[in-house]
């Protein structure tokens, strides 16, 4: 019997009206990779929080090493030998990456340069022994999301920490990237360190798991070896309801990874020889040719980075293109990937949200102004078909959860994509129910060769594979068409990667 | 059907406001027994001096009132759209300017031309003056809180030189301008009071800019920028320059009618020192009323409620005016304390 190295107990937490977590309990073992599953909402990142230092719990008990603790801070945590790896970078962008890592340790100010040096030692003999492999002398800017998530997990690392949290690191990586962290996780655990990983995607943690908790509704369902469970009775923990279960079942069991080929609709978007520029300046696209047609979805994978998001914003009309031609269609839809920044306005209601979409159509306004009572209808029309839970369309939408702000999204950008929708990592966050609504929503979208063009950029192959009717893969600035016979996780991976390195 | 705008008049923004006075109210009375002085004499000369009577209503509390509202909206109006204008004491003092020069040039023409003339010619003023800021943020990038502010800076010097030198009273004594012509006067609103018709603009300014927030495209994309200007560009396709620019320039054109009131209404003349900081207590009646244009009516009627209940402790209870002023900043500092109390314990960490 290996020892426990944490122990959360009976831990609650409320936030407001919201009960985030209620008797959730977590037991952590020295040499263990200890995966922490569970919907959206189910209390994942409220249990780390608690656990990382971050909220003090309503009530229930912290134990580490066998002794009760009670953390005030992050630092408590620390100090407890916890160190947690967030799902958002806390990096800063314009120092290095050594320079990043010196942020929060105690030093002279007038001896800057050999405290850098001293851990300049020590992160690369950490380097040597784990292979985890990050530039030190960049800014951070420049890296790409691997890079900068081997860098936050170092910066956890060189505190020698006893337990190591990752809040979800593999949202933003490609598959080969995935397979280096988990051989890293494994090497770690190796040390006799507790390894805690919270993920939302099942393959993931059966691929890596030597014990498996599932939260749902801030309780925990089950906590099991993983040699003792299958993905079945990991759905039914996190789910609970064998309907929802099966739903969600159907859209994955239908990874057979194509779909049925169908006539094409008439053309609605093309480009031709489009360059365009990131933010920074860098050219994020290289020539590149497309053309949508009406009903299907196309689909466009990738490791981040590689111009695609340059691309969702060109279709979108959002972006101009610095060259080439772009013939785009009036009734455009965007799901953008950032849906609270992007997508919605968290201080708008669920109707003011919907008019983002509709305040330039004549139809939703006089002259000079907007007819409310025609938006609010609209607004409420899109609530009841996307069944968005809410109080009503006066609610804000920051008080909205993921799932529903994202049908919020999706269901004000039909409304307008009557020749396009452009969607970008739709289902990023999502639980297995939401995921399964915006699948079908977008198969039923392009069900006739008269229904909009679909290009649903993702960085899940899952996604993609089983949603469209052709792939391309954006690797440095251009599309690679995925031909037939490549068509499969592997095949994709393979070009992904090959083009990220031709990039880099 | 319940509009946008309605509920935004909400309990907890009212709350934080009645809490606000409250509290600055307590601190208040205990400077004042520090100070040796009585605070409920203090209070009661304060309250006689604002509200006691119709003359110290009219004349007083509403004349200090109608700058303050019109330069609130200013405020308002800017921030509202995610414009910091802190500068409203310049856009406002270039009102001033404008409307002085035409109630001194205009004196051949009519009253119905007159007036009309120099009001819009204050707004536009007010505007031109908040149109530097705004092209050296959109042309730029810099940003608008250093720019209106040192503009204030500018525009107060530039008060100072005009009244000394061109504007001059013609016998060259005193640092004002002559009194503008009479037909450039609003009239009184009350016969026999110093409340003038400016208090009309004000309240109809109230009213236009609250039916820009809810029901004009302008007024929505103003805001949408304002609460996201990601969201605003991605999922309006709201082009945010052409925005900004209008937030800036409706912004100086309220404070810039704000000067060209104050001249027309009040004072008939233009001099050094004009504006004892409407422009930056403003900035106070705004976010006091939450940005919103109604509540800044009320907002402003409390600070111009203060600065009457000030010069009255000052003159029948014997307490100095910086008093009422201290009281004034405590509103100012548990506004914004209280806000983010709200704030804390609300909306904001009930997300999972």
């Known amino acids: 019997m290996t020892a426990v190295l944490a122990r959360l107990d009976g831990v609650a937490r409320r936030f407001g009206s919201v009960q985030a977590l209620a008797g959730a309990s977590l037991e952590v073992r020295a040499g263990e990779v200890h995966a922490v599953l569970g919907e959206n909402g189910a209390g994942k990142s409220t249990l780390l929080s608690v656990l990382g230092g971050m909220l003090r719990p309503d009530s229930g008990t912290i134990e580490v090493g066998g002794e009760r603790v009670e953390f005030a801070s992050p630092r408590d945590a620390w100090k407890r030998g916890i160190g947690l790896v967030h799902q958002h970078f806390t990096l800063v962008p314009a120092l290095s990456g050594l320079e990043n890592l010196a942020l929060g340790r105690r030093s002279s100010p007038f001896r800057l340069r050999r405290t850098l040096e001293g851990l300049r030692a020590d992160a690369e003999s950490l380097m040597d022994r784990t292979g985890l492999a990050v530039p030190l002398d960049a800014p951070v800017e420049g890296l790409g999301v691997g890079e900068k998530q081997r860098l936050e997990i170092l910066k956890v690392l060189l505190r020698d920490p006893s337990v190591v949290v990752l809040d979800e690191p593999t949202a933003a990586l490609a598959p080969a990237e995935v397979t280096a962290l988990f051989a890293l996780l494994r090497s770690l655990a190796a040390e006799a360190r507790a390894i805690v990983l919270v993920a939302h995607k099942i393959d993931e943690v059966l691929a890596v798991a030597d014990r498996v908790t599932v939260l749902r509704r801030g309780r925990t369902t089950l906590t099991e070896l993983r040699a003792n469970v299958g993905a079945e009775a990991l759905v039914r923990a996190m789910i609970g309801d064998p309907h929802v279960y099966a739903a969600a079942l159907g859209v994955d069991a239908s990874a057979s990874h194509s779909r049925p080929t169908r006539t094409r609709g008439a053309v609605v978007a093309t480009l031709d020889d489009v360059r365009a520029c990131a933010p920074s300046g860098r050219l994020a696209l290289d020539g590149v040719s497309l053309e949508i047609a009406r009903g299907e979805i196309v689909g466009i994978a990738g490791v981040e980075g590689n111009g695609q998001r340059e691309l969702a914003l060109i279709l979108a009309g959002r972006l101009r293109a610095t060259a080439g031609s772009v013939r785009l269609p009036a009734g455009i839809g965007f799901v953008p990937q950032d849906r609270s920044h992007e997508g919605l306005v968290g201080d708008f209601d669920l109707a003011e949200n919907v008019a983002l979409a509709l305040h330039a159509d004549a139809r939703f306004g006089g002259r000079a102004t907007l007819a409310w009572a025609a938006i609010r209808a609209e607004a409420e029309r899109v609530r009841d078909r996307f069944a968005i839970v809410s109080a009503g369309t006066s609610t804000r939408a920051d008080m909205l959860s993921g799932g529903n702000q994202q049908r919020l999204v999706i269901g004000r950008e039909m409304l307008v994509a009557s020749d396009l929708l452009v969607a970008e990592n739709p289902t990023r966050g999502l639980d297995v129910a939401a995921t399964a609504f915006v699948h079908s929503e977008l198969r039923r979208l392009t069900e006739s060769p008269a229904g909009p063009g679909v290009v649903l950029v993702s960085s899940d192959l899952d996604e993609v594979l089983s949603l469209s009717d052709r792939v391309l893969v954006a690797a440095g600035g251009r599309l690679i068409p995925v031909p037939e016979h490549a068509r499969s996780k592997q095949g994709v991976g393979a070009l992904m990667l090959g083009g990220a390195r031709g990039a880099a | ?352």
């Open chain 2, 1 to 352: 059907m319940a509009r946008p705008e309605q509920r935004r008049i909400d309990l907890g923004a009212l709350s934080v406001a009645a809490g606000a006075v409250v509290a600055a109210g307590g601190v208040g009375a205990l400077l004042l027994l520090a100070g040796g002085y009585e605070p409920l004499g203090a209070a009661r000369a304060a309250l006689a001096g604002a509200f006691g009577s119709t003359e110290a209503l009219l004349s007083i509390t509403l004349v200090r009132t109608v700058p303050l509202v019109l330069t609130g909206l200013a405020v308002a109006f800017a921030f509202r759209a995610g414009v910091w204008n802190i500068g409203a004491e310049g856009q406002l003092l270039a009102g001033a300017i404008a409307a002085a020069w035409v109630g001194l040039a205009g004196r051949a023409l009519p009253s119905w031309v007159l007036v009309p003339v120099l009001l819009v010619l204050a707004g536009c003023a007010g505007a031109l003056w908040a149109l530097i800021p705004a092209l050296m943020k959109l042309r730029l990038g810099v940003g608008e809180v250093i720019t209106t502010l040192l503009m204030s800076f500018v525009a107060i010097h530039l008060t100072g030189w005009l009244v000394h030198g061109p504007l001059q009273e013609p016998r060259g004594i005193f640092p004002q301008t002559e009194a503008i012509a009479e037909a450039a006067r609003l009239p009184a609103l009350v016969p026999g009071t110093r409340l003038h018709a400016g208090a009309f603009i004000a309240i109809a300014a109230a009213v236009a800019v609250a039916w820009l927030f809810v029901r004009a495209r302008i007024g929505f994309r103003m805001r949408a920028v304002g609460a996201s200007s990601s969201a605003a560009r991605i999922a309006g396709r709201i082009d945010t320059g052409p925005i900004v620019l209008v937030a800036f320039m409706g912004s100086g054109a309220l404070a810039g009618l704000a000067g060209g009131v104050q001249v027309a209404g009040v004072t008939y003349a233009l001099y050094e020192g004009f504006s004892p900081g409407w422009g930056y207590t403003a900035i106070a009646v705004a976010l006091l009323a939450a940005l919103n244009p109604l509540g800044v009516l009320a907002t402003a009627l409390l600070f111009g409620a203060l600065e009457a209940g000030a010069a009255a402790m000052q003159r029948d209870a014997g307490v100095p005016a910086v008093w009422a002023m201290a009281v004034q900043a405590l509103v100012i500092l548990a506004v914004l304390a209280l806000d983010r109390l709200r704030r804390r314990g609300g909306g904001g960490a009930a997300r999972v």
